[in-house]
T-cell receptor, first 115, second 112 residues
């Protein structure tokens, strides 16, 4: 069974640009969550999508957005990039039977560098 | 809001047991997790425990949960150099969907 796939693995962008990251969850999983990992702030929750709807949102500015498609694949977008957006972005996939999340499996992450 | 705390570093000798500790604040936490992260990699789910359990054992891993003190621990028996990594404790409250709150991570160093 394939794991959680995130693409691309590495990205370098310039300040002011926008970026889109992709996450393909484990087959059959309906919940996808996104996290930002930085040395200073650690792992912080961005948002969660379940059945194409945003179910939960963290404390990030509106420049961070996401969506989920009918096949459960998810994308997150960051507009007007700032240097502080440089981070490892991790996606987590959960089966979410009856909407209840138990195990969450993470992808390898996308390393975003903003210059 | 929910807060999860871990000590930052732990150093042990190969073959010894390692115990990594975690405290959390939200007593309604339903699932509690341990993840492992190696350099340049994502998070690997090691094990998790439901809040109505006190202990869970899985091969070399033992998880203990003290709900009264809101304390979670991960014991690794016969620690190997390959266990060197950062270990994260995370909690999930059932009413917040898939949102996990993570501790800062404990860097485990295993010396031969």
């Amino acid at each position: 069974k394939a794991g959680v796939t995130q693409t691309p693995r590495y990205l370098i962008k310039t300040r002011g640009q926008q970026v889109t990251l992709s996450c393909s969850p484990i087959s059959g999983h309906r919940s996808v969550s996104w996290y930002q990992q930085t040395p200073g702030q650690g792992l912080q929750f961005l948002f969660e999508y379940f059945s194409e709807t945003q179910r939960n949102k963290g404390n990030f500015p509106g420049r961070f957005s996401g969506r989920q498609f009918s096949n459960s694949r998810s994308e997150m977008n960051v507009s007007t990039l700032e240097l502080g957006d440089s981070a490892l972005y991790l996606c987590a996939s959960s089966l979410a039977l009856r909407g209840l999340n138990t195990e969450a499996f993470f992808g390898q992450g996308t390393r975003l560098t903003v210059v | 809001g929910e807060d999860v705390e871990q000590s930052l570093f732990l150093s042990v000798r190969e073959g010894d047991s390692s115990v990594i500790n975690c405290t959390y604040t939200d007593s309604s936490s339903t699932y509690l997790y341990w993840y492992k992260q190696e350099p340049g990699a994502g998070l690997q789910l090691l094990t998790y425990i439901f809040s109505n359990m006190d202990m869970k054992q899985d091969q070399r891993l033992t998880v203990l949960l003290n709900k009264k003190d809101k304390h979670l621990s991960l014991r690794i028996a016969d620690t190997q150099t390959g266990d060197s990594a950062i270990y994260f404790c995370a909690v999930n409250t059932g009413n917040q969907g898939g949102k996990l709150i993570f501790g800062q991570g404990t860097e485990l160093s295993v010396k031969p």
